[in-house]
């Protein structure tokens, strides 16, 4: 089994065919997307696959060290992670193949209107072990 992460973007990737903002869904609209969301994870939980999976929140801040007895940076020139991403799904699938197929049926979730958004998802393998160096 090889565990791959399927993250969803906010933007930074191709439009979704049903490219309508979440904060302009209804409120029905959101609780149809999410309970596909739910139905999806439990779907994969009974075949062994989901790993796990959470919608993060708006807030965020990127952290960086800046050197002994300073404080950590919080800002500086790029995109804030909170208009990039969305959420995440960790799947543990038999192939890539098969970690594709789950992700394209991911993408179908109900967006505005209560159409599948045909959003567009990053599918990440997990490094199973430290790259080697050659000389």
């Not at 979704?16 to 999806?40: C, G, K, L, R």
Request: some cysteine; aromatic content about 10%; proline content about 9%.
């Amino acid at each position: 089994m090889a565990k791959y992460l399927l993250l969803k973007h906010y933007r930074g990737a191709p439009a979704s065919v049903n490219d309508v903002p979440m904060d302009q869904w209804t409120p029905e609209e959101i609780s149809a997307h999410m309970q596909y969301m739910n139905d999806f994870a439990a779907r994969l939980e009974k075949t062994g696959e989901f790993v796990d999976g959470q919608a993060l929140a708006p807030e965020g801040t990127f952290v960086r060290y800046d050197g002994e007895g300073r404080p950590p940076v919080t800002d500086g020139p790029f995109a804030e992670t909170k208009d990039l991403i969305a959420g995440w799904m960790v799947i543990d699938v038999d192939s890539y193949e098969r970690a594709i197929e789950l992700a394209g049926d991911l993408s179908a979730a109900p967006g505005a209107g209560g159409k599948p958004i045909h959003e567009w998802l990053e599918v990440r393998p997990f490094l199973a072990c430290p790259p080697t160096i050659t000389e």
